[in-house]
């Protein structure tokens, strides 16, 4: 991932329509989830499974996934290469099916290799892994499943979104490359497996999953939807993380209300803004009525081919939020 996660973001984008925008949990009132001990364990992708009542971590720098229990127990879930398992980004639990979907990256001699493992989360087997290469720039980044088990997966090098069938057979492109996926990272979808919630460089767009159209997001808040890492749907909003700062000071979680029709944001509320806990955070997952979130990664040093220098990092922290009144 050295030479492959070095995304771009683009500035906010404006609109003069007017929405309403308050904040709560501003400048840091999160609790501390849990501590993990690996310092150089760079995770990025954080997932739940209400059934085991387990969170997933991936890791980059140790190219594996490890699991925590809600009393704060870690263990490896994917020891370190396993399966050719390579720098591990985006993660999602099929709770039916009890599957882990962890998808993976690296480059070598030139070449771009980019997984999606499938694991039983009850057994830890491999169920199945799709593998794609490619000479050309590809970064398999975060993935969203549909009530009917296929999965549809970001390529934030290409500006692609692929689909999985539910049979783990086939991986096929499903929009892009296109200008309104440039930069795509985070996805949701809408609880009706209707509409595809990409977060671009610029913006959310929207995705009817039977047409295939692709719309930015009606988007009338100077707050901007630009920037955003990890996205998820809960209760008839988006919430995302916007990472793409100069610094942590201007990061922030946001909530993102949409109308009935879900193509427009109607109301905007910062959940945490500059918390001093933040060190590049990336994504989140819904648990119940809360969210968890990798609140510190060390991704910067990361980036920065630091990953020797065992003094500069700090413990990972994943915190966590209560939603709702």
Not at 196 to 207: K, Q, V, W
Not at 208 to 214: A, E, K, N, P, W
Not at 305 to 317: A, S, V
């Amino acid at each position: 991932m050295k030479n492959l996660v070095r995304l771009l973001f683009v500035i906010f984008i404006m609109s003069p329509v007017m929405v309403f925008i308050s904040c709560r949990n501003d400048n840091g009132t999160a609790n501390v989830a849990f501590t993990l001990e690996e310092k150089d364990l760079i995770p990025e992708g954080i997932t739940y499974d209400p059934v085991s009542k387990q969170f997933f971590v991936s890791s980059i720098n140790k190219e594996k996934v490890i699991s925590v229990s809600t009393k704060g127990k870690v263990s490896d879930f994917i020891n370190p290469g396993q399966d050719s398992i390579m720098e591990t980004l985006g993660m999602k639990v099929d709770e039916s099916e009890r599957r882990l979907w962890v998808v993976s990256n690296i480059k070598r001699d030139e070449m771009n290799y980019s997984a999606i493992h499938i694991y039983n989360i009850d057994s830890k087997e491999l169920v199945n892994k799709l593998i794609v290469r490619s000479a050309e720039p590809q970064l398999l980044n975060d993935l969203v499943l549909t009530k009917k088990g296929e999965a549809y997966i970001t390529d934030s090098y290409a500006g692609k979104i692929y689909r999985a069938d539910a049979k783990l057979e086939k991986l096929e492109l499903f929009a892009g490359p296109d200008s309104l996926l440039r930069w795509v990272n985070g996805i949701a979808v809408s609880p009706d497996d209707r509409i595809l919630f990409p977060a671009s460089g610029a913006f959310i767009t929207t995705i009817d999953i039977r047409t295939g159209t692709i719309r930015p997001i009606g988007d009338p808040s100077q707050i901007g939807t630009a920037g955003i890492d990890g996205i998820v749907f809960y209760k008839g909003s988006l919430i995302g993380i916007v990472n793409a700062k100069d610094n942590e000071s201007e990061m922030y979680i946001a909530s993102y209300e949409l109308n009935a029709a879900m193509n427009e944001i109607v109301k905007v509320s910062v959940i945490d803004k500059g918390n001093p806990l933040f060190n590049l955070p990336t994504t989140c997952t819904i648990a119940g009525d809360e969210l968890y979130c990798l609140g510190n990664t060390s991704l910067r040093l990361f980036f920065q081919d630091k990953t020797n220098e065992k003094g500069l990092f700090k413990n990972p922290l994943i915190l966590r939020y209560k939603l709702g009144n």
